[in-house]
């Protein structure tokens, strides 16, 4: 009878690990998935909001830091206000086409009559050196730390171990099983 448990108890916990390498491997795809078709693509977003990586500390003193993902959802820029965050292509020299989130000191009118911000970084209190006449979207909110899996997983070494691994994991589980089935 004792042997009859334990072998009741050990497929159960076979099954359960199998089952939780197999929802552990679909969820690896979808962040996969997710992050190459929306992560730092300024042109593509998920139910409207875009996700970027932030690159530098610029904003740890008040908000997010490096590492971070920040969610962003476009938003008339006749409704930005001082105070808000928002996400923009900089044309700083220093950092000229990279994607920047940062606060806004000030809105004025430029040249042209647009609308523009003067926008700085909370950490060093210094204002960007160019004008924001284009914004990506509003910062809505941050998911701390969640970018540096993000990038760890688009390395050979992150795919290996949070992607390729489990499924080879799952493919030789389950030959072991087809063996055994023939065998018997």
Request: charged share 20%; aromatic share 12%; proline share 1%.
């Amino acid at each position: 009878l004792m042997g009859y448990v334990m072998k009741k108890w050990l497929a159960i916990v076979k099954n359960v690990l199998i089952w939780g390498i197999v929802a552990f491997s679909v969820i690896m795809i979808l962040f996969t998935l997710i992050s190459v078709n929306t992560l730092e693509r300024k042109d593509r977003s998920l139910f409207g909001f875009k996700f970027f990586i932030v690159q530098s500390d610029s904003m740890s003193a008040t908000h997010f830091s490096a590492g971070d993902i920040v969610i962003t959802k476009k938003i008339n820029v006749s409704k930005l206000k001082e105070g808000d965050v928002i996400t923009f292509i900089s044309q700083n020299s220093d950092n000229y086409g990279e994607t920047v989130t940062h606060k806004i000191r000030k809105v004025i009118t430029d040249k042209k009559g647009g609308v523009a911000f003067v926008t700085y970084g909370t950490t060093t209190n210094t204002d960007d050196a160019e004008l924001v006449t284009e914004v990506i979207g509003k910062y809505i909110g941050h998911i701390s730390y969640l970018g540096r899996f993000f990038v760890f997983l688009k390395t050979t070494p992150g795919y290996v171990l949070f992607v390729l691994a489990p499924f080879l994991l799952l493919i030789i589980s389950q030959g072991i099983k087809c063996i055994r089935i023939f065998n018997n």
